[in-house]
């Protein structure tokens, strides 16, 4: 009896119509008189379809994988079987960033033992580049795999090899060539399997799957927050390590003859509706919370203020140093990023417990303060002027911080020259002389009618320019 499972394709088939019809751009059947089935499709690059599945009409014997090559119609570009004289399935398929394929499912006809997760690595035009089977002495199978940014792949599927007992979800990283980069098995002594995979933009994974280990009975929904090394957290005690064993396999591509067939199947609206759920969350490895100490020396506090903060892992935060009137800030000392300790602010980021303290100098003595050493005495007035403008004006917002950091962090080695020289103490003061009259009236007038002020001047100069001219 033939038993061809029809694959339909529908491209965008919702249309707006009076009766909320639904129609198929196009619907077709590839197979012949056994069975013939599609498991995953995916749109290429070329505006076509790759579709991986398996195959009982063509192939080496028994079922074997099943690759079909479509056009944006539907029409077939190339098709391969891959596989041995004994069952041979590919359930996931992925178009890589070189126009090629990954492709990932289970091989009986080779491996370390019964069924071995299998990897495919194919050209654009189905050709095997490399091929690798992976597992141990039961039954160990691959659901989905997927490119990672640096190039490799990641897997994700089921074992019965390794784990604590019965079926465990499984993951193996791979390297751009098949290799094994890291393995771990996920689950307890009942069925617990993962069927998806994807890489998150923190470079770790989120892995979807069912549990029967974990919830509130039977099959419960299972998802994964993994790290970039797939931990969930070092104490996790669902987390165990296996030892796949990578076996070279011999599979060469065969070509089919089958041509698409035309149906003529019309979709049907329905009408579901839905539904509230209330389902319970069960926590199985709570993330390990990490504590940072913050500290701050004589002369300023901080932004979150000194104390001890949880945070979970990978949190990124940002820490900001206030220094009091008469210091500046000098550096972060303790877990500080190598190459960031006169960051202000200071970006952290959470995987470790960390103590940071922010370390402030005294500008007075250290004459690090141009106005200081061009008047000779911290106490002069004109000094004063130009502190209360810094710390009302400048240190209250975060760009006027960063001037004010990177004016410090450099005027040291000029203030002590000008401290050396009397002439060069002259031409400062009259060149700071402006900077002094506009930090008086911002501090005394506002922002506003010194503004208004400096407009005037302005104005009067291009006037008495113009008058200038006509004379």
Same mark, same amino acid.
């Given at each position: 009896?033939?038993?061809?499972?029809?694959?339909?394709?529908?491209?965008?088939?919702?249309?707006?119509?009076?009766?909320?019809?639904?129609?198929?751009?196009?619907?077709?059947?590839?197979?012949?008189?056994?069975?013939?089935?599609?498991?995953?499709?995916?749109?290429?690059?070329?505006?076509?379809?790759?579709?991986?599945?398996? @195959?009982? !009409? &063509? #192939? *080496?014997?028994?079922?074997?994988? %099943?690759?079909?090559?479509?056009? $944006?119609? =539907?029409? +077939? /570009?190339?098709?391969?079987?891959?596989?041995?004289?004994?069952?041979?399935?590919?359930?996931?398929?992925?178009?890589?960033?070189?126009?090629?394929?990954?492709?990932?499912?289970?091989?009986?006809?080779?491996?370390?033992?019964?069924?071995?997760?299998?990897?495919?690595?194919?050209?654009?035009?189905?050709?095997?580049?490399?091929?690798?089977?992976?597992?141990?002495?039961?039954?160990?199978?691959?659901?989905?795999?997927?490119?990672?940014?640096?190039?490799?792949?990641?897997?994700?599927?089921? @074992?019965? !090899? &390794? #784990? *604590?007992?019965?079926?465990?979800? %499984?993951?193996?990283?791979?390297? $751009?060539? =098949?290799? +094994? /980069?890291?393995?771990?098995?996920?689950?307890?002594?009942?069925?617990?399997?993962?069927?998806?995979?994807?890489?998150?933009?923190?470079?770790?994974?989120?892995?979807?799957?069912?549990?029967?280990?974990?919830?509130?009975?039977?099959?419960?929904?299972?998802?994964?927050?993994?790290?970039?090394?797939?931990?969930?957290?070092?104490?996790?005690?669902?987390?165990?390590?296996?030892?796949?064993?990578?076996?070279?396999?011999?599979?060469?591509?065969?070509?089919?003859?089958?041509?698409?067939?035309? @149906?003529?199947?019309?979709?049907?609206?329905?009408?579901?509706?839905?539904?509230?759920?209330?389902?319970?969350?069960?926590?199985?490895?709570?993330?390990?919370?990490?504590?940072?100490?913050?500290?701050?020396?004589?002369?300023?506090?901080?932004?979150?203020?000194?104390?001890?903060?949880?945070?979970?892992?990978?949190?990124?935060?940002?820490?900001?140093?206030?220094?009091?009137?008469?210091?500046?800030?000098?550096?972060?000392?303790?877990?500080?990023?190598?190459?960031?300790?006169?960051?202000?602010?200071?970006?952290?980021?959470?995987?470790?417990?960390?103590?940071?303290?922010?370390?402030?100098?005294?500008?007075?003595?250290?004459?690090?303060?141009?106005?200081?050493?061009?008047?000779?005495?911290?106490?002069?007035?004109?000094?004063?002027?130009?502190?209360?403008?810094?710390?009302?004006?400048?240190?209250?917002?975060?760009?006027?911080?960063?001037?004010?950091?990177?004016?410090?962090?450099?005027?040291?080695?000029?203030?002590?020259?000008?401290?050396?020289?009397?002439?060069?103490?002259?031409?400062?003061?009259?060149?700071?002389?402006?900077?002094?009259?506009?930090?008086?009236?911002?501090?005394?007038?506002?922002?506003?009618?010194?503004?208004?002020?400096?407009?005037?001047?302005?104005?009067?100069?291009?006037?008495?320019?113009?008058?200038?001219?006509?004379?």
């Amino acid at each position: 009896m033939k038993k061809n499972i029809l694959i339909i394709m529908v491209l965008c088939i919702f249309v707006f119509s009076p009766f909320l019809s639904i129609n198929a751009q196009w619907a077709r059947t590839y197979g012949l008189n056994s069975d013939d089935f599609a498991y995953s499709i995916q749109e290429t690059s070329d505006g076509g379809y790759i579709v991986v599945g398996g @195959t009982m !009409s &063509f #192939g *080496a014997g028994d079922i074997d994988s %099943w690759i079909l090559k479509l056009s $944006s119609i =539907g029409e +077939i /570009e190339w098709q391969q079987t891959y596989g041995g004289s004994n069952e041979d399935r590919t359930r996931s398929i992925e178009q890589t960033s070189n126009g090629g394929y990954i492709v990932a499912g289970y091989t009986n006809s080779y491996g370390a033992g019964l069924n071995d997760a299998w990897v495919l690595k194919l050209n654009s035009i189905g050709e095997i580049e490399w091929q690798q089977a992976y597992g141990g002495s039961d039954n160990d199978i691959a659901h989905s795999i997927q490119e990672t940014s640096d190039g490799g792949y990641i897997v994700v599927g089921s @074992t019965m !090899s &390794f #784990g *604590a007992g019965d079926v465990d979800s %499984w993951i193996l990283k791979l390297s $751009s060539i =098949g290799e +094994i /980069e890291w393995q771990q098995t996920y689950g307890e002594n009942s069925h617990d399997e993962t069927y998806y995979i994807q890489q998150t933009s923190d470079g770790g994974y989120i892995v979807a799957g069912f549990t029967l280990s974990f919830g509130a009975g039977g099959e419960d929904s299972l998802i994964l927050k993994l790290s970039t090394d797939g931990d969930v957290d070092p104490l996790c005690g669902i987390i165990g390590s296996s030892d796949a064993s990578i076996l070279s396999t011999s599979v060469s591509p065969e070509g089919t003859n089958i041509t698409p067939q035309d @149906t003529d199947i019309t979709p049907l609206p329905t009408t579901v509706t839905g539904q509230d759920t209330d389902a319970t969350i069960y926590q199985l490895c709570p993330a390990q919370n990490y504590t940072l100490t913050i500290s701050a020396a004589t002369g300023g506090t901080t932004e979150p203020p000194p104390g001890n903060y949880t945070y979970t892992p990978a949190t990124w935060l940002t820490v900001i140093a206030l220094y009091d009137d008469g210091y500046i800030f000098k550096e972060w000392t303790g877990d500080v990023p190598s190459g960031h300790e006169n960051d202000n602010p200071m970006t952290i980021m959470m995987g470790t417990d960390k103590s940071i303290t922010a370390n402030f100098n005294d500008v007075e003595e250290e004459l690090c303060f141009i106005a200081t050493a061009a008047y000779g005495s911290p106490l002069h007035p004109y000094v004063k002027i130009l502190r209360d403008f810094r710390d009302k004006y400048l240190v209250s917002n975060k760009l006027g911080r960063e001037f004010v950091d990177l004016y410090y962090k450099y005027s040291l080695f000029v203030a002590n020259i000008i401290a050396r020289n009397k002439p060069l103490k002259v031409v400062v003061r009259i060149h700071l002389a402006p900077i002094i009259i506009f930090s008086y009236s911002i501090i005394h007038l506002g922002p506003i009618i010194t503004g208004g002020i400096l407009l005037f001047i302005l104005v009067l100069s291009v006037f008495l320019m113009s008058v200038l001219r006509r004379k």
